[in-house]
């Protein structure tokens, strides 16, 4: 298997999962500060994002901070459904029932013990085939809402207008 790993910057943790992921025979693809590239969050998660959705990749594995950001960045690429993940359970949940494809890790919460459990939890668990169904809904289109303040012709906003 290939696994896009990347980070918005390089620390013990990122160093520690990526020596234990290829110490378990992961191909590893390293991208961002993990491949002396500087980058931001949002570049790194997408980046990461687009090797998976691509095909180039299975699976991948990103850090920021908390987390958050490089999660956000990656699952605004289409395809991709990033988790970010405290504990193996989450993990495996994420696997099973969300057929995750990018796993994510904050740098500041997580320990490298639980960071080398969460990758051993994720890399076990396969997707669950009766959630099928309910996956293809995460990838299916959402119909277009209007944003808030850009839209003059949203029914709140008539109708706020009428009010006045």
Do not use: Y
Not at 50 to 65: D, H, K, M, T
């Amino acid at each position: 298997m290939r696994m896009a790993i990347g980070s918005d910057e390089r620390t013990h943790v990122t160093d520690v999962v990526v020596a234990h992921l290829r110490g378990i025979g992961i191909d590893v693809e390293l991208h961002g500060p993990l491949n002396d590239r500087p980058m931001d969050w949002v570049d790194v998660g997408r980046e990461v994002g687009q090797r998976v959705a691509s095909g180039a990749c299975q699976q991948g594995v990103l850090f920021c901070w908390t987390g958050t950001g490089v999660s956000i960045a990656a699952n605004k690429v289409p395809g991709i459904r990033a988790a970010l993940c405290a504990d193996a359970e989450t993990a495996k949940g994420a696997r099973r029932w969300n057929d995750a494809n990018v796993l994510v890790m904050s740098l500041r919460a997580t320990p490298e013990a639980v960071a080398k459990e969460i990758c051993d939890a994720w890399l076990e668990t396969s997707s669950d085939e009766a959630e099928r169904e309910t996956i293809a809904k995460v990838e299916s289109p959402h119909p277009a809402l209007p944003q808030r303040g850009r839209d003059k012709e949203s029914p709140a906003l008539t109708e706020r207008g009428r009010e006045s």
